[in-house]
């Protein structure tokens, strides 16, 4: 239960070594797009490669070429989203969600807020880690594609945030 033998613990050591090597050759030569904080489509990504990674490393039956090979074509298959997406926009709506606007002029919007499944004190938190003290002061609260919340505060009164342009409106 605690040791089967010596040879398992050097299999996993070897096979560890040159899998976290290939691993980090293959993402070296992906780019920095390949594990960026982007959408639900690239964490999906990430913990694949992930349980490839600890399949390759702890069950005998998977050779180390296979857990490469497999780790390869995912990196290799996000590649050519990420290329599809940058270049065609039908793709890049399949993969990405879009922003939504869940504060807009000091109001929140309740039924965005429910929708997204985002509560007042989220987005008040939001607001505080940008420095602004009130919801009368937030241009905008948006909910992006990321997971992430971003506060905008009032530039002036006539001039509209040109941040918010990729954000539909209320």
């Known amino acids: 239960m605690f040791f089967t033998n010596w040879a398992s613990l050097g299999r996993i050591a070897v096979v560890g070594v040159m899998v ?3 691993l980090i050759l ?16 690239d964490l999906i990504v990430t913990v694949a490669l992930g ?18 090979l497999g780790m390869g074509m995912l990196i290799g298959l996000q590649y050519v989203i990420t290329w599809l997406s940058v270049r065609y926009s ?13 504060v807009y002029q000091g109001q929140f919007l309740h ?11 989220e987005i ?17 609260v948006v909910l992006e594609n990321d997971g992430t919340l971003n506060a905008l505060q009032h530039e002036s009164a006539d001039a509209p945030h040109s941040a918010l342009k990729n954000v539909p409106k209320p």
């Open 20 to 22: 976290y090597v290939g």
């Open 111 to 121: 039924a965005k807020m429910k929708a997204e499944r985002v509560t007042e004190g």
């Open 124 to 140: 008040l938190t939001s607001l505080r880690e940008r420095g602004i003290a009130s919801l009368a002061e937030a241009a905008a």
């Open 90 to 102: 039908a793709v890049d709506k399949l993969v990405k969600a879009e922003p939504t606007l869940l």
């Open 51 to 68: 349980s490839m990674l600890a399949s390759t490393l702890l069950n005998k039956s998977v050779a180390l070429a296979d857990g490469l």
């Open 26 to 41: 293959l993402l070296r030569t992906s780019g920095k797009r390949t594990l960026s904080k982007m959408n639900a489509f």
